[in-house]
């Protein structure tokens, strides 16, 4: 069965500390892995990756892709108060139903 | 502009009730989702369509109909509501990227 773990589930930290998440999962057409931050409202879009080793990067966000380790990191450095959300993982299998698997999420608090 | 947006954002009712819940959006996108999201934060696809077709029919109890009357709109109608239908309803859509946009959510309470 397919499927997407994240890890950890829940972690807090002091404003300007550097957090890593991880995303890995096992999917049998894999085609491509999302993350996605939550905050109050609706998951709001952070990174699509498709390749291997190709870091994507967005403010103090990047994120990671490992084919190989079937895994993903999103690295967020010099965390704020405004970076305390839930931070989802999802992939994207290559058959044509267009589902996502969600894994469960990560939720970061950053303390002041 | 809104680009996926949903009506109403809280609906509270009995249970026993029937609801719906209407989503549209202005992207183009062909296909639409709707996702439930428990109290635990998970989401969980219940429904998609493409061009109007339904392709993704998970599990859920066949109180749940949804209606797509053209790639823009895809409307959730909920009959005989229970008290475990509460949650936030999202609805999304997507093109070929499989790169979800969201709307903002309806909180479903059942009382």
């Known amino acids: 069965e397919d499927k997407v773990v994240q890890s950890p589930l829940s972690l807090v930290v002091h404003e300007g500390d550097t957090v890593t998440l991880n995303c890995s999962y096992e999917v049998t057409n894999f085609r491509s892995l999302l993350w996605y931050k939550q905050e109050k409202k609706a998951p709001t879009f952070l990174f699509m990756l498709?390749?291997s080793g190709i870091e994507k990067k967005s403010g103090r966000l990047s994120s990671i892709l490992d084919k190989k380790e079937l895994s993903s990191i999103l690295n967020i450095t010099a965390t704020q108060t405004g970076d305390s959300a839930i931070y989802l993982c999802?992939?994207?299998?290559?058959?044509?139903?267009?589902?996502?698997?969600w894994g469960l999420g990560t939720s970061l608090g950053v303390n002041p | 502009d809104t680009a996926v947006s949903q009506t109403p954002k809280y609906l509270v009712t009995q249970m026993g009730n029937d609801k719906s819940i209407k989503c549209e959006q202005n992207l183009g996108h062909d296909t639409m989702y709707w996702y439930k999201q428990d109290s635990k934060k998970f989401l969980k696809i219940m429904f998609s369509?493409?061009?109007?077709?339904?392709?993704i029919n998970e599990t859920v109890p066949n109180r749940f109909s949804p209606k797509s009357p053209d790639k823009a709109h895809l409307n959730l109608h909920i009959n005989s509501l229970e008290l475990g239908d509460s949650a936030v309803y999202f609805c999304?859509?997507?093109?070929?990227?499989?790169?979800?946009?969201f709307g903002p959510g309806t909180r479903l309470t059942v009382l």
């Open positions: 498709t390749s």
């Open positions: 369509y493409n061009n109007k077709e339904l392709i």
């Open positions: 999304a859509s997507s093109q070929m990227t499989r790169l979800l946009f």
């Open positions: 999802a992939v994207g299998d290559a058959g044509n139903n267009r589902k996502l698997i």
